[in-house]
Nanobody, 127 residues
Framework: QVQLVDSGGTWVPPGGSLRLSCGVS????????LAWFRQAPGQEREFVVG????????TAADSVKGRFTISRDNSKNTGYLQMNNLNPEDTAVYYC????????????????????WGQGTQVTVSS
């Protein structure tokens, strides 16, 4: 059974940086495609960034391009979301998601692509 554990969420001021972690157990991360989604209060869950299992191709939502980066350390079985230049609109619960399938890059942004989800970690950006 694959389990994902999100961590690293906290409060940061506008313009700050934060790195979230997604610990994976039950399967090698190298065989999983990985993504981060977020959900703000009263809003639907939205795609943030994703990375394929092979070759590491990535895709990101327009709202975070140039600011957020997804990466993976297969030796630690951990994925990361590096977030820079945060603004209050980035406030949300962030969820990591994974799939053992082999989605094409364009499918990384759909929540239905993923069968494994973390519990979420709260990120608050405010002054």
């Amino acid at each position: 059974q694959v389990q994902l554990v999100d961590s690293g969420g906290t409060w940061v001021p506008p313009g700050g940086s934060l790195r979230l972690s997604c610990g994976v157990s039950g399967r090698s991360l190298s065989t999983l495609a990985l993504a981060w989604f977020r959900q703000a209060p009263g809003q639907e869950r939205e795609f943030v960034v994703g990375i394929k299992s092979r070759f590491g191709s990535t895709t990101a939502a327009d709202s975070v391009k140039g600011r957020f980066t997804i990466s993976r350390d297969n030796s630690k079985n951990t994925g990361y979301l590096q977030m820079n230049n945060l603004n209050p609109e980035d406030t949300a619960v962030y969820y990591c998601a994974a799939t053992a399938g082999s989605p094409i890059t364009s499918s990384l942004r759909f929540a239905t692509t993923y069968e494994f989800w973390g519990q979420g970690t709260q990120v608050t950006v405010s002054s």
